[in-house]
């Protein structure tokens, strides 16, 4: 007689819970961009949610204990010229965020504690070289301040964000990049392509170690590294049925698994738990979430359960564990968008009876440090990230773990053009310099300790100060040539002015004279005729007098 054995597993009876409507995150405007991106990336002090807005791109960024309806006003992060297209948060620290938008910039962003009390427009660091639109950013798991981004130029660039410098360009592809991925450690990275292949290199280099034909549908498709090394992968065949696959990194084009899920447009992300090795996707449309445990024995992929909801979702957020409340035996906790403006909180939860801290549920996690510095890992050195036991470190605050150390500041150091130092001698150059020593450094190092400065300056720098000052010079000498002709018009206006007065004092004069002119002339003429009268009086006296003698 013949019986089925029940496989064992610790997760087989995890159960998901949505929290109450109080509880979760109302009243925000979730973008409408039809980019392929979960718009929502969680940490353990802030959630941050790609919206829509006027003028550019933005993104709002809320405490976790600000839930409920959120102010149509609150403040964003919106500092982008178009559509922000993703984000993600820095694994080494909780307060920097990275954003990739449709104006072609990454821009990286430091959140004060507690949350934005103003619209927040200027970035700690622009990353300027991509050619069109940016839809990935993906931060390194080990190594500090390393961020990898993709274009739809097809190009890939790992960035060292404490220096604003490039320290890898893969130009290898022949289409868009739909996904990247690290491995555990960081020394290899895999990659899946619109020419329906998935790729696996080495970041250092930029070299194709290998690379296979990953799903063949031709809408997008998802790769990530498990722990231990595998691929899992998610797409769609010929006939528009999505699928997964496990595949060994040397033996891409024989997929361990390949599974057929269902019927339907919506882009599946795989979101991975490596403590646990369960992985939810989260279809964009649907209204499940599905997850799965990934096993050594055979079929190596473990159907558990279905987390159903009423509505769908456009993007979904997973919080690292290190956020999530262990007194629950939760191990995992999803931000789920719905179209309605709703942000959802999901609980996954492990049936315990026990209060007390369980172990097997919860091995040592990812920390908040880095495990070696972005110079480091370039010269070629590899390193598991570092990890801590949450018993030890955990801090229940509104059920989540709250970090213990103090707030990071991420700082650039912008590094001089070698160039310009060849010509250290002339004026120029000692203009420079003292530019170059007046910038300031920046690194993870906690607030109270301020940043030293360093001399290091760009070429573009130099030219921004160039053309700025240019510009000021351009300005100065237009409103000198107003205040000229102003001057000039008011000069001629006095002139004018006074040589009317003139005029008519001397009008004045000329009249005053003619008038005592001919007052003088009436006068004397008036005396003549007085004169004339008296001399004819007096003559014709005379006459008579002689007459009469």
């Given at each position: 007689m013949s019986f089925r054995v029940v496989r064992s597993s610790?997760?087989?009876?995890?159960?998901?819970?949505?929290?109450?409507?109080?509880?979760?995150?109302?009243n925000i405007r979730v973008s409408k961009s039809s980019w392929d991106s979960t718009f929502c990336a969680v940490n353990p002090k802030f959630l941050a949610i790609i919206v829509e807005s006027a003028g550019g791109g933005a993104f709002i960024v809320l405490p976790h204990n600000k839930v409920g309806r959120i102010a149509a006003d609150h403040p964003l992060v919106g500092g982008h010229k178009g559509p922000v297209l993703d984000i993600a948060w820095c694994p080494h620290n909780d307060n920097v965020i990275a954003s990739g938008s449709e104006d072609c910039v990454v821009k990286v962003w430091q959140i004060p504690d507690g949350g934005l009390s103003r619209t927040l427009t200027e970035p700690v660091v622009d990353l300027v070289f991509h050619q069109r639109r940016v839809g990935l950013v993906l931060w390194h798991?080990?190594?500090?301040?390393?961020?990898?981004?993709?274009?739809?130029?097809?190009?890939?660039?790992?960035?060292?964000?404490?220096t604003g410098e490039i320290l890898v360009h893969i130009d290898s592809h022949p289409d868009i990049v739909y996904s990247a991925c690290f491995n555990?450690?960081?020394?290899?990275?895999?990659?899946?392509?619109?020419?329906?292949?998935?790729?696996?290199?080495?970041p250092r280099n930029g070299e194709i170690?290998?690379?296979?034909?990953?799903?063949?549908?031709?809408?997008?498709?998802?790769?990530?590294?498990?722990?231990?090394g595998l691929i899992f992968t998610t797409g769609f065949n010929r006939s528009s049925e999505r699928q997964y696959s496990l595949r060994?990194?040397?033996?891409?084009?024989?997929?361990?698994?390949?599974?057929?899920?269902?019927?339907?447009?919506g882009v599946m992300f795989p979101l991975y738990d490596p403590d646990t090795n369960l992985i939810y996707l989260c279809g964009k449309g649907d209204s499940v979430i599905r997850y799965f445990e990934v096993t050594p024995e055979p079929p190596f992929v473990h159907y558990i359960n279905t987390f159903q909801t009423p509505d769908p979702q456009r993007g979904i957020g997973m919080m690292p564990k290190r956020g999530c409340d262990v007194?629950?035996?939760?191990?995992?906790?999803?931000?789920?968008?719905?179209?309605?403006?709703?942000?959802?909180?999901?609980?996954?939860?492990?049936?315990?009876?026990?209060?007390?801290?369980?172990e097997d549920l919860y091995p040592d996690t990812l920390a908040e440090d880095a495990a070696v510095t972005a110079e480091e890992w370039i010269t070629g050195t590899d390193a598991d990230p570092i990890t801590f036991s949450l018993k030890d470190r955990v801090s229940i605050v509104q059920g989540g773990y709250v970090s213990q150390s103090a707030n990071k500041s991420l700082s650039v150091t912008r590094k001089a053009n070698i160039l310009n130092r060849a010509s250290a001698g002339t004026s120029k150059s000692a203009s420079n310099a003292t530019l170059v020593s007046s910038t300031s450094t920046i690194s993870n190092n906690n607030a109270s300790s301020a940043p030293a400065p360093v001399s290091g300056i760009t070429e573009k720098d130099v030219r921004d100060i160039t053309d700025e000052i240019r510009k000021l010079k351009a300005i100065i000498v237009k409103h000198e040539?107003?205040?000229?002709?102003?001057?000039?018009?008011?000069?001629?206006?006095?002139?004018?002015?006074?040589?009317?007065?003139?005029?008519r004092n001397a009008a004045n004069v000329t009249n005053n004279t003619s008038n005592d002119t001919k007052a003088s002339d009436s006068h004397n003429k008036e005396t003549n005729e007085q004169s004339g009268n008296n001399d004819n009086h007096g003559t014709m006296a005379s006459s008579r007098a002689s007459d009469e003698v």
């Open positions: 610790k997760f087989r009876h995890v159960y998901g819970q949505a929290l109450k409507r109080e509880q979760c995150y109302d798991p080990s190594a500090l301040n390393v961020l990898l981004t993709a274009g739809s130029d097809n190009q890939v660039v790992i960035w060292n964000v404490g555990w450690d960081g020394s290899k990275l895999v990659t899946t392509c619109k020419d329906k292949k998935i790729r696996i290199y080495d170690e290998s690379e296979a034909l990953c799903h063949e549908g031709s809408k997008a498709t998802r790769a990530i590294f498990l722990r231990h060994a990194p040397d033996a891409l084009s024989e997929p361990i698994v390949m599974v057929e899920l269902d019927t339907s447009n007194t629950t035996c939760e191990i995992a906790k999803f931000y789920r968008l719905n179209n309605n403006g709703l942000c959802q909180v999901i609980s996954m939860t492990v049936p315990r009876k026990s209060d007390l801290f369980q040539n107003r205040i000229r002709a102003l001057e000039a018009a008011f000069r001629s206006q006095d002139d004018d002015t006074d040589g009317g007065l003139v005029a």
